[in-house]
């Protein structure tokens, strides 16, 4: 009997030892794609400069939330939750821009997974365009990734682009945001100074890219097009061959953030890749 017991807790012991040690294998245990905005561009020549003069395009708005062994991480915030209640959407100035939709907030789809705004305790966005960053102060105490060159980017009129109360982290490159690989922060400029991407390693998908607006659509990926709104070409187009190093580095998939058909064929929260 004593014997049995002595197994019986080593085995326990074991089991519980090696628990931890799968867990942080890639430290990722669920990534959520979420719908952060629905629109439609009035003319897509602005991001395919010479081409599609007149051409309208539906685009997409998406933010992923991560769950790591150690915590909530949200990637990018999304088209501000007040837009689902205008009836029209939001409606540019410029009508070569994108009008926006929001058909769910970005709130209703975290309490679907029963996420609570102060259980995520870091975030970052790809840039500060307001359809990267709407909800931005849903999250007041996270921890804010951003390269400084981003933070530092004058906003209109000078303003700063995020609140000065907001907790953050300046960056200068890439950053690996848990310490253990699974997920990182790519430092892509061009699209806008301080733009980044993400790499996130999953168990059973395997890497993902996630793009932000380093390219727009497939189309633009494939022809390696730079969109004329773009602050710098040079960087920009560093900024793909950059991804397409890091795509063949990990045998990634690369996940573009606008991209309908893309986005359309995903698994969409509560249903998670892991």
């Not at 607006?213 to 560093?238: C, E, G, I, L, Y």
Request: charged content about 20%.
């Amino acid at each position: 009997m004593m014997r049995r017991t002595r197994l019986a807790l080593a085995m326990a012991a074991l089991a519980l030892s090696g628990a931890p040690a799968s867990a942080q294998s890639t430290g990722v245990e669920k990534l959520y794609v979420l719908n952060c905005g629905e629109g439609t561009a009035g003319d897509i020549s602005r991001w395919t400069p010479g081409l599609n003069e007149g051409k309208t395009m539906d685009f997409v708005d998406t933010c992923y939330l991560i769950k790591h062994a150690t915590g909530w991480f949200l990637w990018d915030t999304g088209i501000a939750d007040s837009v689902a209640a205008m009836p029209s959407g939001l409606v540019p100035a410029d009508p070569k821009a994108v009008t926006w939709r929001r058909p769910k907030t970005l709130q209703a789809q975290l309490e679907q997974l029963g996420v609570k705004p102060d259980d995520v305790k870091a975030m970052a966005v790809s840039h500060t365009h307001p359809d990267h960053t709407g909800n931005v102060e849903l999250f007041p105490q996270s921890m804010l990734y951003v390269q400084k060159a981003e933070y530092d980017w004058p906003g209109a009129n000078n303003a700063p682009r995020f609140k000065p109360s907001h907790p953050v982290e300046l960056l200068t490159g890439d950053k690996d945001v848990f310490g253990d690989g699974s997920v990182t922060i790519l430092s892509t400029p061009g699209h806008t100074p301080g733009h980044q991407s993400l790499l996130v390693k999953l168990s059973k998908t395997g890497a993902v890219v996630l793009s932000g607006d380093a390219v727009h659509f497939k189309d633009n990926w494939d022809n390696r097009r730079v969109p004329s709104m773009n602050v710098d070409k040079d960087q920009t187009a560093a900024s793909m061959q950059k991804l397409a190093d890091t795509l063949a580095k990990e045998k990634a998939q690369l996940w573009i953030n606008h991209d309908k058909a893309q986005r359309d064929s995903q698994k969409l929260a509560p249903e998670f890749y892991d």
